[in-house]
């Protein structure tokens, strides 16, 4: 082989392989240019999708991306924006037998032994409960609403019959505060309170992005339910219940019903109970006291009794001395609770909390007319609010006796509300005018007009009286300083069907502050206090509820701009000379 063909075939090697790797640069790029068109097409496709669901969505129900992103229900807040109601990511215990399935039986591993390892996680499970559900292979939840560290616990026993699904839950940040106002969510639907009452909005998809915010004052909320708890404790009471409402707008600063129950942790014993508890007038956790459980108020009553009468101009001269000594009407004596003396003014009346002479002001009154002012103040209705659970007043009917006109004028013989006696004080003080209460915040120059029950010139003059009783009369322990506080106590027997329980008392005390320029009613209420060293041993609302409001008004006044001021009061000049010296 000569030189030439020698050089030709090694000039050829390198060649050959250089168009082989063209040839394989060629292959791949072909491959790439087919694929990217299905590449595409997938992409577009997908697209699609997305944009049908997230962007056009359903023909009936258009939905954008970010709806559908949303948390499956709305938050609520206080009228301050703080949370009360939220959704968050939480995990379920579920047990799913099928996953343990051995020739198509199911087979429960060692029940007893998986049940004390998550009665060790969760200790409030019964493990005995726990192990026969177990047992029983039939599917269900075992737990709802674990936090991530439990799930990682249940996850380490190994049992791959219990399940972790993740779910969207209720959660309440607060607890138990403001319980009975909320309500609760179970299975994704509202249960009582504003739950329920906001249900469709809560959970319509073009709403749920923005929070919705009610009347409730959170700080007031807490101040009042902390203060009604240490009341109630420190008289060994069965219950306690209280408000505080915007005496122009009818809102509903705060509201609470004791003892309360968990909105994050519902239990069987908070919505129902047992007959034996049920024949002790025990009522379920759940059950709201303040607008669904009617209480006789007892002498809360006089100041509505006595205002109807001078806007009426029966009650004209507030010198004038009536008979204070017991009155005799069908066949009954109608008395109070110690002598007063033998003739009391109005104001002595209102101070001293005479029975008999309410009575014999109601007298000259008439059935028809104080009627009708109890009517105009809705006490012949549910009370007016937006919550589900409202309690029918027990209604003396439409023909009042002499003697139903006269114990209806001290609160007995009607039965009514907490929530009927805040909005009737509402009135009493804000210049005639009732308005219903209301959970949803009012925006200023919204409020409803209402309709007037006294004139002007009443309500200036109950104001004045108000205040006589918290500076000379029962309400004193409610006087605090510089609030210019006023209101009345109302001690009432509980009725039964044997007669009234002299024993078992409803004590109240109604208030409003300040009296020289009304801005809030609060009305708290204990349900059979006992006599303890803490109210020196007496029963009446002198002792349990008045101090209650007495220690609650300086907490919530600064948070509702209502500051102390000991340089200014209502004018009471010309009413202190009818008050004798003795009670001064």
Do not use: C
């Not at 177990?134 to 599917?139: I, K, N, T, Y």
């Not at 009345?488 to 044997?498: F, M, N, Q």
């Not at 801005?519 to 101090?547: C, H, I």
């Amino acid at each position: 082989m000569n030189a030439y063909a020698i050089d030709s075939m090694v000039a050829a090697g390198p060649l050959r392989v250089a168009n082989k790797r063209l040839e394989a640069l060629l292959v791949a790029r072909m491959r790439a240019l087919l694929l990217m068109p299905a590449f595409g097409l997938v992409a577009v496709v997908a697209l699609m999708r997305i944009a049908s669901f997230g962007v056009l969505g359903a023909p009936d129900t258009p939905m954008s991306m970010e709806q559908r992103l949303l948390p499956p229900r709305g938050e609520i807040t206080d009228r301050n924006g703080l949370p009360l109601a939220r959704n968050y990511d939480a995990f379920a215990l579920w047990y799913n037998p099928t996953a343990m399935k051995d020739g198509g039986s199911p087979l429960v591993h060692r029940p007893e032994e998986v049940a004390a390892k998550l009665a060790a996680i969760f200790p409030e499970l019964d493990q005995a409960d726990v192990a026969a559900r177990l047992a029983s292979g039939r599917a269900q939840y075992l737990r709802r609403r674990l936090l991530p560290e439990e799930a990682n616990r249940v996850f380490d026993i190994g049992e791959p019959a219990l399940e972790l699904p993740a779910e969207k839950d209720r959660f309440y940040p607060q607890g138990s505060m403001a319980a009975h106002v909320l309500g609760y969510v179970k299975d994704g639907v509202g249960h009582l309170g504003m739950e329920s009452v906001l249900n469709d909005r809560l959970t319509d998809s073009s709403l749920r992005g923005e929070p919705t915010a009610i009347a409730l004052d959170l700080r007031v909320q807490g101040a009042l339910e902390d203060e009604l708890n240490k009341g109630m404790l420190s008289v060994n009471a069965r219950g306690a219940a209280g408000v505080v409402l915007d005496v122009d707008t009818g809102e509903v600063i705060a509201m609470a019903s004791l003892p309360a129950f968990d909105p994050n942790d519902i239990k069987t014993s908070d919505l129902m109970i047992s007959d034996a508890e049920a024949k002790l007038g025990r009522t379920p956790r759940v059950f709201n006291s303040v607008t669904n459980q009617v209480y006789e108020l007892g002498s809360t009553f006089k100041p509505l009794t006595v205002a109807a009468a001078i806007d009426a101009g029966i009650v004209r001269d507030l010198s004038l001395r009536y008979d204070a000594k017991p009155v005799k009407v069908a066949g009954r004596t109608l008395a109070d609770s110690h002598n007063l003396g033998d003739t009391l003014n109005v104001p002595e009346a209102l101070i001293h909390s005479s029975n008999t002479v309410t009575a014999r002001v109601a007298d000259k009154l008439g059935p028809e007319r104080l009627r009708d002012t109890m009517r105009a103040l809705g006490l012949a209705e549910r009370p007016y609010i937006e919550l589900p659970a409202r309690g029918a007043p027990i209604w003396p009917g439409e023909k009042w006796s002499r003697v139903t006109t006269m114990t209806v004028s001290y609160g007995h013989g009607i039965a009514v509300t907490p929530l009927h006696l805040a909005s009737a004080y509402a009135a009493l003080v804000n210049g005639g005018v009732w308005r219903p209460a209301t959970l949803y915040k009012v925006e200023p120059g919204k409020e409803p007009a209402g309709r007037r029950v006294f004139k002007e010139d009443t309500s200036a003059r109950m104001r004045q009286l108000l205040r006589m009783i918290a500076v000379y009369g029962t309400g004193q322990s409610a006087d605090a300083p510089g609030y210019r506080v006023g209101g009345k106590t109302g001690s009432a027997e509980k009725p039964s069907a044997g007669g009234y329980r002299k024993k078992l008392l409803v004590s109240t005390f109604a208030a409003a502050f300040p009296m020289d320029n009304p801005r809030y009613v609060v009305v708290a209420m204990l349900d059979e206090p006992k006599g303890t060293t803490a109210s020196s041993f007496q029963r009446t609302a002198a002792w349990n509820a008045a101090p209650i409001v007495g220690k609650l008004i300086p907490r919530i006044g600064p948070l509702l701009d209502v500051r102390p001021d000991l340089s200014r009061d209502i004018d009471i000049s010309d009413l202190r000379p009818l008050i004798r010296s003795d009670i001064k």
